[in-house]
């Protein structure tokens, strides 16, 4: 009797901690996934951005031909975009590109026929909408890693994160374009 | 044992079985009385009828639960394109009064449920329950949500809506493929009829419009 309590006093916490390396070891592989996936549904969203923005700079060329140094910058900021860019990366690059495009939506507010122009609105309407896409697919990244910061950051994940070292998730932070208000019709 | 005896071991216990289903029939229809007095005294308008689900819209049952039993549809008014409800929950002796309203509206994502978090959902969560976090710390104390689609829910549960909700705080909202719902404490009354109505339309009037027009 007394070798079966000494067995189930010494196998029940091995069990335990059996079980709960399991439970961690699948709750980090899901909240990876989830911050991947979420990090490539960004990736979407700001591809839509990129996109856009050529189509921008060509409506504002064909009005303000001299705003050669904002063109540059322009160039230059895309320039920084890479292919598969790590949350921090992608921050700065958007951040410059962001900017940029920024003051070119103010250099067009000086132009009242690009502004009236059919295509420049149909452009900005576009922006409207691919910065909300971008906000809320943000919102839902930040969370995803959120949630990962927390369950690594927190008893008794920290045991276990010391175990099996997930990877470290770094939230994403991009400021919206300011377009000029446009009415935006979804229907 | 003898052909007799396995004969009358048998009547014993049908006779036991018949007993045992009499007894729960009669504590049915005891319980049935009494609830109905109760109702009555109470100034409810009493309809012994469970024909009201919930999955007809996409829905889920509020009176599922181990001590929950018996939802009572007690009264119904239709307001524009709305319809409300009180039920009157029974549950060992004691009764709990909740209204529920209803606004047809198709969902474009998947079934979501928002609650205020209490102690059960508390639990829950500390035994790994999927109670989904938002950027709020307020809100998230608050309100315990379940929605399958995680992206769904953050789309619909946006700065704006979580304060929305947290100033009206409403016990329970639901949002199935084809109706909202919402549940408050309480009768039905005249003055809660435009708040409820109030409160489904505000909440309509903040989801995205993208998420509908993703729909179509």
Known sequence: MSGFLIA???????LLFVIMMIYFYNRFQTLENRCDESWSNVGTELHRRHDLIPN????????????????DEITKARALIKDEPTPKEAQAAERALGGATGRLLAVAEAYPDL????????????????????QAARRFYNGNVRDHRNA???????????????TEQEFFEVEPIKAAPVSVNLS | ??????????????????????????????????????????????QAQRKWNPREYGLRPLD?????????????????????????????????VYTVAVKKISNPGSFMSIEREDIRHKALSSL??????????????????????????????????????????????????????????????????????????????????RLFAKQT
């Not at chain 1, 189930?8 to 091995?14: D, E, L, N, S, T």
């Not at chain 2, 239709?78 to 009180?86: G, H, I, M």
């Not at chain 2, 789309?155 to 909202?180: K, S």
């Open chain 1, 8 to 14: 189930v006093f010494i196998g029940a916490p091995i």
């Open chain 1, 56 to 71: 921008l700079v060509r409506a504002v060329k064909g009005y303000a031909k001299h705003e050669k140094d904002l063109f």
């Open chain 1, 115 to 134: 502004k009236a122009s059919k295509n420049f609105l149909q452009l900005q309407q576009e922006l409207v909408i691919t910065e909300d896409r971008i």
């Open chain 1, 152 to 166: 690594t950051r927190q008893f008794p994940g920290t045991v276990f994160k010391a175990m099996f070292k997930p």
């Open chain 2, 1 to 46: 044992m003898s052909s007799v005896g396995y004969v009358l071991a048998q009547i014993a216990a049908v006779s036991v079985f018949l007993a045992f289903a009499s007894w729960m029939y009669r504590s049915a229809k005891k319980e049935e009385r009494e609830f109905q007095a109760w109702a009555e005294d109470s100034g409810y308008s009493f």
């Open chain 2, 64 to 96: 599922v639960g181990p001590r929950r039993k018996v939802t009572w549809f007690v009264s119904s008014g239709l307001y524009e394109a709305f319809q409300c409800q009180t039920n009157i929950k029974e549950s060992h002796g004691s009764h709990e």
């Open chain 2, 128 to 209: 790994g329950g999927e109670d989904i976090g938002f950027e709020s710390d307020a809100f998230s104390r608050l309100f315990w949500v379940q929605c399958k689609d995680r992206k769904h829910a953050y789309d619909v549960i946006h700065p704006e809506m979580m304060d929305y909700l947290m100033d009206h705080m409403m016990p329970h909202v639901q949002w199935g493929d084809r109706a909202l719902l919402v549940k408050i404490q309480g009768p039905l009354t005249s003055q809660n009829v435009p708040q409820l109505w109030n409160f489904l339309e505000g909440f309509v009037a903040r989801v995205p419009a």
